[in-house]
């Protein structure tokens, strides 16, 4: 939790609105990190929602993002709920634009800003539109048959949706040809859906249905093709099914529903699974377009997580609690109404998302102990503060009334109120207020949950400029991120004195005596730390917005013991230590000429990866808590391949461990345990599609006794 709210720069380009429209406020927990969130939208009969957690919600330069608006029914009987879009200018603060038509899984171009939808309004077929933003223009793609077109590849040129199983390409321009380029084997036993584009590459990741009996053994559970619809290569397997993203640099598949992992697309299938970090979460997706960064909804919905891909280390970022609780009876899955969908800016700085619950005036607490599902046990959390002395809690689908509370405990409780179902109490999540997502004098008080609103959480300030100097002249160049970057502002002697647009290209000025420093706006108001070095006029600087890469290499320095020294050591052992502009990140532990170990750090933080290696092949990655203590999440590798062989885990209940072996990237087992009491085995059964338990025991005495299958 940071506890200032941000001063957000005024553009002294564009005149700032009459009256702003997000709500920036902060949560007062001390076990998350956003610097400030931003409510977009408020409207209690509104659904305004993220996109799917794989498709961004900002525009490429991250001027505007955009969300669904669903306009539910409010009488029985009333007319259906209508989907469309709206459209945010983060820079004027305001929606800007309501698509008047029904519009169906909008997103936006890669390159371009412009949005594209599908137009459904029709009985008899659908219309595919282009959206230019900012001026609005909507252009006609292609009419046919209602299918709907969820991805657009890295250079804007094409289109791709999923018709009946198969895979369709839409040119973009005005009545461009629309073409079949993949049907998959097995069809229609096997029917492709839901296609992802790479963001760098000519790549579609599509899902397969492969979980289901009718789909023959082997089937991957997703595929990549190319373009032009040819294989390129499975991605998950068939015991793989899981929430996906694309990994930042497009040449790797993001895997959630466990700690996040990645897996190279052109390595021999089956690649190896490789782990970011221990954070567990459902909904994997992209914190900015270098890759630095992911983030992952924790506890089922209950937590956003940024997650630093270099070092493994993981902040909650806001409490989303964002459920919909339904009886016990009632086991469809309704995802789709209350997931956050978290998702990254350009240069992740933000994070969007959307929950149905009032974060900004209801609160969420952290459930500190294991507790059955019944009510003889009282709720443990970190605080009971902001919650009325008796109410309704809403805990992971269940409804708990609690009659009475102490600074640290719900009592007095009844579990499964509404007759939703109860669910054990796990250590770690969230539990909040029912009343801030519902309405308990409502007639049928769980029907008011379905309304969500879209906010934005701030997770770092974006990149400071580059100044240095150059021979005798200075230049100034934008951070390392700036695609969100709307100007650069040079302070002289503290105050703001001038402003760059992005728009204006590169230029060459004379400054007058003074202390010169520059800042980087993003369009959205959000402003960096001044740059490091300050030049002192009068001097002539001339700005590049082309940024070289040469100024994101790293910096490399050595020790050996305790000591710098001035170069890479020729014999003995040694550490090469590299840099960025943040401090140390990376240690390389060298012995007779081989990297014996290196360790990884957040800069300014504690080490929380090490990775070994034996004779040059890596044996064991080990990521450690953010104490950088205790081993959360250890790979271990076999010694001649170098190929994953065993993970060993936090399970998701977070009190047991998972231990999962590999034999050359396909799943054999997974063995859940606490060590002590308990051990079960799991293997993918080929005939169900299905994880199931094959043997169980417990221990007594130090002895294992077999508990599964009963004898």
């Not at 223009?137 to 009419?143: M, Q, Y």
């Not at 909904?283 to 890759?291: I, K, T």
């Not at 750090?601 to 090490?610: E, Q």
Request: proline residues 8%; charged residues 25%; hydrophobic residues 30%.
């Amino acid at each position: 939790m940071h506890t200032r709210l941000l001063v957000l720069a005024a553009s002294l380009l564009v005149a700032a609105p009459a009256s702003a429209g997000r709500i920036a406020f902060n949560d007062p927990y001390p076990e998350t990190h956003a610097l400030e969130i931003w409510q977009l939208t408020d409207d209690p009969i509104t659904k305004q929602h993220s996109m799917y957690h794989n498709v961004t919600p900002f525009s490429p330069d991250g001027h505007y993002c955009l969300y669904q608006i669903v306009r539910m029914g409010q009488a029985p009987g009333g007319p259906p709920p209508t989907r469309t879009f709206g459209v945010y200018d983060l820079h004027e603060d305001r929606e800007i634009y309501v698509q008047p038509t029904r519009a169906y899984f909008p997103l936006w171009g890669n390159v371009r800003n412009a949005i594209y939808f599908v137009d459904d309004t029709r009985e008899e077929d659908a219309t595919l539109f282009r959206l230019e933003v900012p001026s609005f223009r909507l252009v006609p793609l292609h009419t046919g048959p209602k299918s709907y077109i969820p991805a657009i590849n890295c250079d804007d040129r094409y289109l791709f949706g999923a018709e009946d199983g198969k895979l369709y390409r839409y040119e973009n321009r005005e009545r461009g040809e629309k073409k079949l380029i993949y049907t998959p084997p097995g069809w229609p036993a096997v029917k492709v859906s839901i296609p992802k584009s790479s963001p760098t590459k000519p790549w579609i990741l599509c899902r397969q249905n492969s979980n289901r009996p009718e789909s023959p053994v082997g089937t991957p559970a997703r595929i990549i093709v190319d373009v032009e619809g040819k294989l390129v290569n499975p991605a998950l397997g068939q015991d793989e099914h899981c929430h996906a993203d694309w990994h930042a640099s497009g040449e790797a598949v993001l895997r959630g529903d466990g700690p996040l992992r990645v897996r190279r697309v052109m390595d021999p299938w089956p690649g190896d699974w490789l782990s970011l970090g221990p954070a567990r979460g459902g909904d994997p997706a992209r914190q900015g377009a270098s890759g630095r960064w992911a983030t992952t909804n924790q506890f089922s919905n209950g937590t956003i997580t940024l997650v630093d891909a270099r070092s493994g280390r993981s902040w909650p970022i806001v409490h989303t609690v964002s459920h919909i609780h339904q009886p016990a009876s009632d086991t469809a899955d309704r995802s789709g109404p209350y997931d956050c969908d978290q998702h990254g800016s350009p240069d992740g700085t933000k994070m969007y998302f959307s929950t149905n619950y009032d974060i900004r005036h209801y609160p969420v607490a952290v459930v500190t102990e294991r507790g059955r599902d019944d009510a003889t046990q009282p709720i443990t959390v970190n605080s009971t503060k902001g919650f009325p002395d008796s109410g309704l809690l809403s805990y992971f689908g269940e409804v708990i009334r609690y009659g009475s509370k102490t600074e640290t405990q719900f009592r007095d409780l009844t579990r499964g109120y509404y007759e939703t179902r109860p669910r054990s109490l796990l250590a770690g999540w969230p539990i909040c207020n029912y009343l801030g997502r519902a309405d308990e004098a409502d007639e049928d008080p769980l029907s008011h949950q379905h309304h969500t609103d879209a906010y934005i959480a701030v997770v770092r300030l974006p990149d400071r400029p580059t100044l240095l100097k150059d021979r005798e002249e200075w230049v100034l160049y934008p951070g390392r991120n700036h695609q969100e970057t709307g100007a650069l502002v040079l302070y002289r002697d503290g105050k703001r004195e001038r402003e760059l647009a992005s728009g204006a290209g590169d230029t060459e000025l004379d400054l007058p005596g003074g202390t010169w420093t520059a800042a980087a706006v993003e369009w959205s108001g959000l402003e960096s730390d001044q740059s490091r070095a300050a030049l002192q006029g009068p001097a002539r600087l001339r700005v590049r917005w082309d940024r070289p890469a040469s100024l994101d290499e790293p910096q490399v320095h050595y020790r050996v013991g305790a000591a710098e020294v001035a170069a890479r050591p020729m014999a003995g052992d040694y550490v090469v230590v590299y840099a960025d502009e943040d401090g140390d990140y990376r240690w390389d532990t060298v012995r007779n000429g081989e990297v014996v170990e290196r360790r990884w750090a957040t800069p300014g933080y504690a080490v929380t990866l090490i990775e070994t290696f034996r004779e040059g092949v890596r044996a064991e990655r080990k990521f450690l808590d953010n104490a950088g203590e205790n081993p959360e999440l250890i790979e271990t590798f076999d010694p001649t391949t170098g190929r994953l062989v065993k993970v060993r885990k936090h399970s998701w209940d977070g009190w047991a461990w998972d231990v999962l072996t590999y034999d050359n990237g396909r799943f054999l087992e997974r063995v859940k345990t606490d060590f002590e009491t308990f051990e079960s085995h799991y293997r993918f059964n080929v005939e169900t599609r299905r994880l199931e338990q094959v043997e169980g025991y417990r221990f007594e005495n130090g002895k294992k006794v077999k508990t599964f299958p009963p004898s």
